[in-house]
């Protein structure tokens, strides 16, 4: 049995999806299509998307619906996290150079994912915890 491929979206790849069409992400999205992959998100991650969503994004400003549709299809597309962190699992994080960042890790850990995609761009495991390997989405 293949095991899927577990993700943790940064917001910037979340944005390259769902509002730019950004060829780059095909291979996240046909992995995620084909079953090969799926993502998981939690409430501080899917809250900075929906902030984040409210910008202007590169002169292009989505209006309320827009945001809402684009905060669905992030639900359909994921499994949300609700399980909480323990402290002592977050000390044991590598530190994102980004503190923003960080929120990421931490939501890759409870699911134990083999991939994440801060856009930190830099390889980093955890002790006691699957690897996690930090992605852009370039």
Known sequence: MLTRLR?????HVWLDWLVFDDPGIARIRNAVGLKRAEIFIDAACEAELARV???DLHKRR???AAQAACIAQCRRLSHRIDATLPEPQRAGLPRCRDPDD?????????????SSSPRTGRSCTSPGA?????RSAS
């Open 102 to 114: 960080q929120k990421f890790l931490e939501a890759a850990l409870p699911r134990t994912p083999t």
């Open 62 to 64: 989505l209006d309320a």
């Open 53 to 55: 969503l409210a910008y």
């Open 130 to 134: 699957a690897p996690v390997r930090c």
């Open 7 to 11: 993700l943790v979206l940064d917001t």
